[in-house]
């Protein structure tokens, strides 16, 4: 059976992020009035700090996942990381954990022990600032995806299958990048398939669409092509999306949103016992 | 007439890990002046952090006060939750820390109350921690869980956060009292090892000599469980093993 591999730091497993930098990400949403740009920076900081916080324990962060961020603009598709971990493709999550660009500080409500809230000071990680640049090479960046995950696989070769999360306006402008998006969705660990999800900023439409099927009619020809380009949402995926997001998901749903948040992709992948009502009260 | 009884207790942390990363906990008491012995066992979910601590101070509590229903966590809550916090927060934590220590710790507990004159036993259960009880080696209590596919990787669980306690459908005690006879042999486990003796009994094998064989120390705790591991037998986890049988 396919993704039941278990992940611990002596077979871990690996996070690849794709981030469209591109100019077109200075477009407003229309809602917030934020740019797309820093609602793909604000998403990516969030995902990093989730996945940092499902491996944290006691005395640290454990190693259980190796993850690497690729930005793309008009200076081509090249490791993102700032500060120590520059340059770098794939870094041991205690290593992203302990280097962010810069630690803010931000008010925050939380529980007093008694039933009531109270509003604490907590420390808030950034990795990524916005950045916007030229044109959209995607198929560059899968390009290279394909290389880095051929060369994890090849490391490890029983691993739970990568992930794979393309942020994006969906505008290419090297051509299309399908087909590498295909090469990548094919390759496999013993125990599956890369999981290859597509998330779609637009700011064209205002509708939020999750992990939605083929009979759902998405707003233009960028949020096609990247449903097209997405996995299949893997079945424990669905229930995960189902039981604990009350989401309806499709038979036939791809491993797509469009602008929604894609947390259910960290919640899901499970590195132990992930209590029920863990999640209830966030 | 008092009954007799022997005890022995096994742990093991997941495989992989370290002997102090195993996050399950137990306790035994000897009888009280009621002539009433404690036996608990808590295991500190993987993804909660603190959690060893928070199953340390789960089966101490029960030890002491006994869960008779839900409403004891309400009253215990607040000087559980103070001693943990005593124990996990110090100054200067990395955001990473002190963000999971406000996501709160989350455990199992599997309590059980046994009275050495009358053999009488109430149980309180929260979470996929189980206890069996077997008399002429056939099993004749499985308890909270009854099937072996309602152990998941998700369950209920105590937490440290009182916000995350409020169902009270998800802790159990037991409504009547079991009455424990010379012979019989009670077992506690955490969820492999629950699993694993639920899973061969759905498919008609008996368990009581296996378990009776690690009790005696026919078979090695750890050599069995390594066993089972690479066998694919049972899931790779902390594993607590809590045995009385009376005689």
Same mark, same amino acid.
């Given at each position: 059976?396919?993704?039941?591999?278990?992940?611990?730091?002596?077979?871990?497993?690996?996070?690849?992020?794709?981030?469209?930098?591109?100019?077109?990400?200075?477009?407003?949403?229309?809602?917030?009035?934020?740019?797309?740009?820093?609602?793909?920076?604000?998403?990516?900081?969030?995902?990093?700090?989730?996945?940092?916080?499902?491996?944290?324990?006691?005395?640290?962060?454990?190693?259980?996942?190796?993850?690497?961020?690729?930005?793309?603009?008009?200076?081509?598709?090249?490791?993102?990381?700032?500060?120590?971990?520059?340059?770098?493709?794939?870094?041991?999550?205690?290593?992203?954990?302990?280097t962010p660009a810069r630690v803010e500080e931000r008010n925050?409500?939380?529980?007093?022990?008694?039933?009531?809230?109270?509003?604490?000071?907590?420390?808030?990680?950034?990795?990524?600032?916005?950045?916007?640049?030229?044109?959209?090479?995607?198929?560059?960046?899968?390009?290279?995806?394909?290389?880095?995950?051929?060369?994890?696989?090849?490391?490890?070769?029983?691993?739970?299958?990568?992930?794979?999360?393309?942020?994006?306006?969906?505008?290419?402008?090297?051509?299309?990048?399908?087909?590498?998006?295909?090469?990548?969705?094919?390759?496999?660990?013993?125990?599956?398939?890369?999981?290859?999800?597509?998330?779609?900023?637009?700011?064209?439409?205002?509708?939020?669409?999750?992990?939605?099927?083929?009979?759902?009619?998405?707003?233009?020809?960028?949020?096609?092509?990247?449903?097209?380009?997405?996995?299949?949402?893997?079945?424990?995926?669905?229930?995960?999306?189902?039981?604990?997001?009350?989401?309806?998901?499709?038979?036939?749903?791809?491993?797509?949103?469009?602008?929604?948040?894609?947390?259910?992709?960290?919640?899901?992948?499970?590195?132990?016992?992930?209590p029920s009502n863990a999640l209830a009260v966030r | 007439m008092?009954?007799?009884?022997?005890?022995?207790?096994?742990? &093991?942390?997941?495989?992989? @890990?370290?002997?102090?990363?195993?996050?399950?906990?137990? $306790? *035994?008491?000897? #009888?009280? !002046?009621?002539?009433?012995?404690?036996?608990?066992?808590?295991?500190?979910?993987?993804?909660?952090?603190?959690?060893?601590?928070?199953?340390?101070?789960?089966?101490?509590?029960?030890?002491?006060?006994?869960?008779?229903?839900?409403?004891?966590?309400?009253?215990?809550?607040?000087?559980?939750?103070?001693?943990?916090?005593?124990?996990?927060?110090?100054?200067?934590?990395?955001?990473?820390?002190?963000?999971?220590?406000?996501?709160?710790?989350?455990?199992?507990?599997?309590?059980?109350?046994?009275?050495?004159?009358?053999?009488?036993?109430?149980?309180? &259960?929260?979470?996929?921690? @189980?206890?069996?009880?077997?008399?002429?080696?056939?099993? $004749? *209590?499985?308890? #909270?869980? !009854?099937?072996?596919?309602?152990?998941?990787?998700?369950?209920?669980?105590?937490?440290?956060?009182?916000?995350?306690?409020?169902?009270?459908?998800?802790?159990?005690?037991?409504?009547?009292?079991?009455?424990?006879?010379?012979?019989?042999?009670?077992?506690?486990?955490?969820?492999?090892?629950?699993?694993?003796?639920?899973?061969?009994?759905?498919?008609?094998?008996?368990?009581?000599?296996?378990?009776?064989?690690?009790?005696?120390?026919?078979?090695?705790?750890?050599?069995?469980?390594?066993?089972?591991?690479?066998?694919?037998?049972?899931?790779?986890?902390?594993?607590?093993?809590?045995?009385?049988?009376?005689?």
């Amino acid at each position: 059976m396919a993704y039941t591999a278990e992940i611990s730091r002596t077979n871990p497993s690996c996070f690849l992020f794709l981030i469209d930098q591109s100019g077109s990400m200075s477009d407003n949403f229309t809602e917030t009035q934020k740019p797309k740009s820093q609602a793909v920076a604000d998403a990516i900081n969030k995902l990093l700090q989730q996945l940092v916080i499902k491996c944290a324990k006691s005395e640290g962060v454990r190693d259980y996942y190796h993850v690497g961020v690729i930005g793309y603009n008009s200076d081509g598709a090249k490791p993102a990381f700032a500060g120590a971990i520059a340059g770098r493709e794939l870094v041991p999550i205690s290593e992203i954990a302990n280097t962010p660009a810069r630690v803010e500080e931000r008010n925050k409500k939380i529980d007093d022990g008694a039933g009531g809230l109270i509003t604490t000071t907590v420390k808030f990680p950034i990795w990524f600032d916005a950045i916007t640049k030229g044109g959209t090479p995607m198929k560059e960046a899968f390009q290279r995806a394909n290389i880095i995950i051929d060369k994890w696989l090849a490391d490890h070769p029983d691993c739970f299958p990568p992930v794979i999360i393309n942020i994006t306006d969906g505008e290419s402008t090297d051509g299309s990048p399908l087909d590498e998006m295909d090469k990548l969705k094919n390759k496999a660990s013993s125990d599956g398939t890369v999981i290859l999800f597509n998330i779609h900023a637009s700011a064209r439409s205002n509708n939020i669409i999750s992990f939605c099927g083929s009979s759902t009619t998405l707003p233009d020809q960028y949020a096609e092509l990247l449903f097209q380009g997405a996995s299949l949402l893997p079945e424990f995926m669905k229930s995960v999306g189902k039981q604990e997001y009350g989401l309806t998901i499709a038979e036939d749903a791809k491993a797509f949103v469009l602008n929604a948040d894609p947390e259910l992709l960290i919640t899901a992948i499970d590195i132990g016992t992930r209590p029920s009502n863990a999640l209830a009260v966030r | 007439m008092m009954l007799n009884y022997n005890a022995k207790t096994f742990t &093991a942390p997941k495989k992989g @890990n370290a002997e102090n990363e195993n996050e399950d906990a137990f $306790i *035994l008491t000897y #009888p009280n !002046e009621e002539s009433i012995i404690r036996i608990a066992v808590s295991d500190g979910a993987t993804e909660s952090s603190f959690s060893k601590e928070w199953a340390e101070l789960l089966v101490r509590y029960y030890a002491i006060y006994n869960f008779e229903n839900e409403t004891f966590f309400q009253s215990l809550h607040p000087s559980l939750r103070n001693q943990w916090l005593d124990k996990v927060n110090t100054q200067d934590l990395p955001w990473y820390a002190q963000e999971k220590l406000e996501m709160g710790a989350f455990a199992t507990i599997l309590g059980a109350s046994i009275s050495t004159i009358s053999g009488e036993c109430n149980i309180s &259960a929260i979470g996929d921690s @189980n206890i069996y009880i077997y008399r002429d080696e056939k099993m $004749i *209590l499985k308890f #909270p869980i !009854e099937k072996a596919s309602d152990f998941g990787s998700s369950p209920f669980l105590l937490s440290s956060v009182l916000e995350r306690n409020k169902r009270a459908d998800k802790f159990f005690f037991s409504e009547e009292l079991y009455k424990l006879h010379n012979g019989d042999l009670v077992v506690i486990g955490t969820d492999a090892i629950g699993q694993w003796i639920l899973l061969q009994e759905e498919n008609n094998i008996s368990t009581y000599q296996e378990l009776l064989s690690l009790y005696s120390g026919k078979f090695d705790f750890n050599n069995w469980l390594n066993e089972q591991r690479i066998e694919n037998k049972i899931k790779n986890d902390d594993t607590t093993l809590v045995f009385l049988k009376f005689e």
